[in-house]
């Protein structure tokens, strides 16, 4: 079956640092990407998504790439701040299904 | 746009009762609405979906007598936790989607809190 393997959190950052978090994916078929942000307290907001191979998804300065080669779709921020902590989902829905697999999630930390 | 609206929020009440927790889709029609249940730092858990005007469909594992679904219209959706005990508490979250092309969105979730 499908699933989704994210990079195990938290990650822990200074405002102004690089940022990856890594996703890989298992799915039949050619499946739609997505990251998902999860602010504390709330639900899940979609962040990008990207539909084909070579497509990059981008939204607030974060951005991943749908790598079919390496089944990869890391995110990435140039210089992240203090409001981006939060947990990131990475997720993805193949075939004909409007469910989405899920992560387990990643947690961000960004210190001052 | 794609305001997906869940209520209430935040929910503390005493072992027995039972709890309704409403998600709305306020600016679209929603076909197919989800409920989802995630235990901290874990991720989200499919629990059922649901169709306006059909029977939910359940995950397995997922008690459909004591997760009580019903989605009335195309904007509103229901779970009700009938009898609610400590090990129900958790955070639940509805999502809603036009269609099966379109991206699922979600509402801010309810923390159910037994005590």
């Known amino acids: 079956g499908d699933s989704v393997t994210q990079m195990e959190g938290p990650v822990t950052l200074s405002e102004e640092a690089f940022l990856t978090i890594n996703c890989t994916y298992t799915?039949?078929?050619?499946?739609?990407l997505f990251w998902y942000v999860q602010y504390p307290g709330e639900g899940l907001q979609l962040l990008l998504k990207a539909t084909k191979a070579d497509d990059k998804g981008s939204n607030k300065g974060f951005e991943a790439t749908y790598r079919k080669e390496t089944t990869s779709f890391h995110l990435e921020k140039g210089s992240v701040q203090v409001s981006d902590s939060a947990v990131y989902f990475c997720?993805?829905?193949?075939?004909?299904?409007?469910?989405?697999?899920f992560g387990r999630g990643t947690s961000l930390i960004v210190h001052p | 746009g794609a305001v997906v609206s869940q209520h209430p929020s935040w929910v503390i009440c005493k072992s027995g009762t039972s709890v309704k927790i409403e998600c709305r889709s306020l600016d679209f029609q929603a076909t197919t609405m989800f409920w989802y249940r995630q235990f901290p730092k874990q991720s989200l858990m499919l629990m059922a979906t649901?169709?306006?005007?059909?029977?939910?469909?359940?995950e397995q594992g997922v008690e459909k007598d004591k997760f009580l679904i019903n989605h009335a219209s195309l904007t509103l959706s229901t779970l009700t936790v009938t009898s609610a005990h400590p090990e129900d508490s958790s955070f639940y979250i509805c999502?809603?989607?036009?269609?099966?092309?379109?991206?699922?969105?979600f509402g801010d979730g309810t923390r159910l809190s037994i005590l």
């Open positions: 649901s169709n306006e005007g059909s029977k939910a469909t359940y």
């Open positions: 799915a039949t078929g050619y499946p739609s």
């Open positions: 997720a993805l829905i193949s075939g004909g299904s409007y469910i989405p697999t």
């Open positions: 999502s809603a989607t036009v269609d099966s092309n379109q991206p699922q969105h």
